[in-house]
């Protein structure tokens, strides 16, 4: 995120969302939706989503998440592969 100002969004499929905002090496969150944000982290419960995102990140259960469809990433690839930017 160190790259990209941005702002990317936390959210379960059916509840409230988080909008982190990362702008110049810095990270603000608010406890509502944005229409703003260009990625976004949709995990099927809030259960799911904090085992996925608490460190040690397990790689093979992300993918598996996604396989399984217990975790959409929605955005630009670049930003969602980590690939350079087009």
């Keep these: ?7 990317a969004q936390i959210m379960t ?15 603000h969150q608010r406890a509502q939706a944005c229409t703003q944000s260009r ?3 949709m995990f099927k419960n809030a259960k799911i989503g904090a085992a996925l995102l608490m460190p ?3 790689w093979l259960d992300q ?4 396989k399984d469809f217990n975790l959409t ?3 630009p ?4 592969t980590g690939s350079r930017r087009p």
Aim: charged share 25%; glycine share 8%.
């Design 63 to 66: 993918i598996n998440a996604q």
């Design 1 to 7: 995120m160190k790259e990209h100002n941005l702002v």
């Design 56 to 58: 040690a990140i397990n």
């Design 77 to 80: 690839e670049y930003l969602t």
């Design 13 to 27: 499929r059916g509840r409230g969302d988080r909008a982190l905002v990362a702008f110049n090496d810095a990270y």
């Design 39 to 41: 990625l976004k982290l």
């Design 73 to 75: 990433v929605d955005g």
